[in-house]
Each structure stands twice: as structure tokens, then as C-alpha cells.
């Protein structure tokens, strides 16, 4: 397998925070700084597409890094023959049954990493 057909690129870097008004300022302070626009979910803030600010303590001591691809269960399999395991309990699966999202088991310097599908 090239490495190249998997289109491994950033997603987003999410930052971890201890409540959700300590998220949303956060949040805000980045939007204002760089002029991205805030979008908020049900367990976090976006900043456009670069930041995920958490409402509260999430996987990651410091947070996470978003990883997207072209193919989240060929990237697995490629970064299994690297030592990287996989939290199965965080995996997301789309209507086909194909996992869309998936986290590493361990952090690395700090940060949980994950794998996103793209569209």
C-alpha cells in the first residue's frame, strides 16, 4: 500500500478544557485572534475547522489531533504494521458499517490521536 492513497492530512487540533464556559471563552478568544467563526456542539466549540475546543476533560492529557483520510479501515490496518493500536470503544460507523472515526489506545507526546473519515 503507497501511504499517499490514504491522503492522510490534519483535521483539526482539539484542546481540552475543564468546563464549558472556560470552552467558550477559549473558543472565542481564537476566533477573535485569527477571525474564525465559532461553531458550537453538543461537547464542544469549533473554530472553524482548526480547533475543537472541549467542554470538559476529554481523551488526550492535552487533547487531541484529528487525522483525516481517504480510507479510515485501510489507514488502520497501515498504522497497526507501525505499533499503533486502536481504542475500539471510540469507534463511529457509518450506515455501511465501515468505521468512519476511531482514536489511537495511547497518547502521543500528550495528545490522543484519531482518524477521521472524509467525505
Request: glycine share 10%; net charge negative; proline share 1%.
Amino acid at each position: 500500500m503507497d501511504i499517499k492513497d490514504l491522503g492522510f492530512e490534519l483535521a483539526h487540533v482539539g484542546i481540552n478544557q475543564e468546563n464549558s464556559a472556560e470552552a467558550r471563552a477559549t473558543a472565542e478568544l481564537l476566533c477573535d485572534l485569527f477571525g474564525f467563526s465559532l461553531r458550537e456542539t453538543e461537547g464542544s466549540f469549533f473554530t472553524d475547522d482548526y480547533f475543537e475546543v472541549m467542554k470538559k476533560e476529554y481523551l488526550g492529557r492535552l487533547g487531541h489531533v484529528a487525522i483525516r483520510t481517504n480510507d479510515t479501515e485501510k489507514a488502520m490496518a497501515y498504522l497497526k504494521t507501525k505499533g499503533i493500536d486502536f481504542d475500539e470503544s471510540t469507534a463511529g460507523r457509518g450506515p455501511d458499517g465501515r468505521v468512519r472515526v476511531v482514536y489511537f489506545a495511547k497518547d502521543i507526546a500528550g495528545f490522543r490521536f484519531h482518524l477521521t473519515q472524509k467525505a
